[in-house]
């Protein structure tokens, strides 16, 4: 009986750690895709009024807010690979 009793306990444990572990990578993946969106949205909107107000530096601005951009999307692929590791591992 008391062996039955255990195993019940553990069970509930596991399913239990199964669902904290599930909330946590969602939670990861929903903030890191979050900022880096807002970041991207920041980064083209200012990029734009820098065009708007200087077309001859157009080349430039445009370089400088691709490279940034790749940077801030790098941070939700980093996101997503540890909320994998979370649920996974």
Known sequence: MPTEVAKEVAGGFLQNLEAVKSLAAALTIAVGAFAPALAIGKLAGH??????RNPDAAPKIQTAMILSI???EAIAIYALV???IIKFV
């Open 47 to 52: 990029a734009m009024d820098a065009i708007g």
């Open 70 to 72: 790749a940077f801030a």
């Open 82 to 84: 540890i909320a994998l």
